[in-house]
């Protein structure tokens, strides 16, 4: 099957393409700059437009126009990648924050990072991720009010990729926005490839932000801005299963390749184990592929030895952080088909930007494509084959109770450590929909678990209402991290090339690898599980200490686990004298996604047991258990 080429709308360029040499600017870029400078346009916009189309060069508008600008991606790397591009702008001076460029603790560190926004540095652009930003809300920064004054600091914020965030993510997207442009009027330009309707309109119907829609048009005599695609669909479910065929077809294009330097193959897998699998075989049984591929996925993230950034390689192996917004020209692309259309695009999309490409499909062998098709209609047909979900109505109502949970929580936090703040923080927050809801639940559930020692209490009279609400107030930390809780550990993990020294989450870990040793300084040593067949491992929560549950399976797995358990557990409880309604518990439970929410106290292993410290930063220590 063959996906044509495709062309976009042209103008003659708008006076800041103009100026910048532009000959001429795709249609959608115009209508970016003319909101960007018309004093009163929408405060938001949003911005749809295909991969490759240009969209990073519009950012340029809104910088231009504004004294200070806060532009968000979701990943390091892209980051970095986008980071360097602004800096070779001619006039715009850009400034990273994130974890590495954020130093000091306390008192200090906020004084870092209210630095950044001070217009006297000098620079037009902070470049950051919502991590930070989250963290800031949260309160993560203890015991001061003071780091909000950085969203008191902007007058745009560019949100590229928004499209990348589950629920509860892209629900501390949209207060984080919500606090920005309250206290400060500042805009909003959100753009993705694939945007995230509910997400939209979110913005409109709940923010109430009016927003202005920019879309790049398809035209058949325009700027021609993809080429060409092939699309060869394999049988195979997974790039594994044909893993020798894949490895004899990365041979012949090295063999053949004119510039092994330049990256122009890739392959994009669904998890981080098969990637890893992958590429150790490949350092096996391909070393001359080997030697010019590098592996980028979350594994690789925290490996001070990844070799990404130079660019000097030919294949790259990746999962789903490598399909947003890396300029490659990809002219040979093996991918898997991921479980939403927005990321098949993404992934899709790598393809075919300059030259002519080759994608190999696995996992959507049963598509009835005709023989060619063009751009747009293959998007379509995209969309109809992976479908939807959920309604449009059901993922609002879903961001609105994690938008109100978040905001709840921002203020219920702070009581809770018994922080003084003002007026300007309330009003930040309470007129978030459902904040009141919200407040009544996290503040009933703390009170009735404080008074559960006194005589008579509701509590005391029925375990299960004290083990429910115990296991309630756990999950609400899991609101103070943008992306929900995770357990990540020091690990040494088979490589092929060597065993690379990395920081991953530990319950992901173990779902893929066996525990070889563990080293003096608690490093876990990790080893490939030759075997199929899943390993036991169980966990214990709070509120349910003596009762470990099955951890073993997939996150589905699990999260029909927590309800068959959960459930059952809210009905038999008696919350009539705690103030806790049965209905919003159970709302609570179910917006969440208790996997990413759960922190375990302890986790068992085979012979190895791990205990988890419940601190807001979790640390993990592993013991062999005596036989």
Known sequence: ????SAELAIEPPGKGFEQRGFEHARAFQNRVAEWAHDDTAEPVAVLRAPTGAGKTATFYEVIDENDLTLVVYPTNALLKQQLDRFREWEGVSAEPLNSDTLDGHGDERVEN????????????????????????????????????????????VIYDEFHFYDDLAASGLLLQMHVMHDRRGTEVLLASATPNESFVEFVKDELSLPVRDITAEYVSDGDQFRQPVTVDRHEARTINEEREAVGERLQELVNDANDLNEPQVALVFNSVAASNDFHEDLAKEFPEVFKHTVKDNGFDTNDPNADLESG??????????????????????????????????????????????VVHLFGLDDMAWPDVLSYPEFVESVYDALGVHRSLDEEIAALRSLVGMRAAYAIHSRMDDNEWFGPELFADF????????????????ESTLENAGEFGSPVMQNSTTRKILDFARHCFGALESLRGRSLPIDIRYPRGDR??????????TLRYYDIEDIESNGTLVAERRDSAQPVAITARFPGYENRPRDYSGSINEIEQMFSRWIYPEIEEADLTETGVDK??????????????????????????????????????NIERRQV
């Open 499 to 508: 065993h690379a020294l990395t920081s991953y989450d530990l319950l992901t």
């Open 430 to 445: 309470e007129s978030v929909s459902e904040y009141e809801k919200w407040r009544v639940f996290f503040r009933n559930v």
């Open 583 to 620: 209905g919003v518990l159970r709302q609570f439970f179910a917006d969440l996604s208790l996997p990413r929410t759960v922190m375990p106290i302890e986790i068992r292993y085979g012979q190895y047991v791990a205990y988890v410290d419940q601190d807001r930063i979790a640390s993990v």
């Open 113 to 156: 990072l209210l630095q950044l926004t001070d217009f006297y540095e000098g620079h037009d652009v902070v470049v950051t991720n919502p991590d930070i930003l989250q963290a800031i809300i949260q309160d993560l920064y203890w015991g001061s009010t003071k780091p909000m004054q950085f969203f008191n600091r902007f007058d745009a």
């Open 312 to 357: 000097n390689f030919f294949v790259l192996n990746t999962t789903s952080k490598g399909e947003v917004g890396l300029d490659y020209d990809i002219q040979t692309l093996f991918m898997e088909t991921p479980a939403t259309p927005s990321a098949f695009l993404q992934r899709f999309g790598r393809a075919g930007r300059e030259h002519e490409a």
């Open 1 to 4: 099957m063959r996906v044509q």
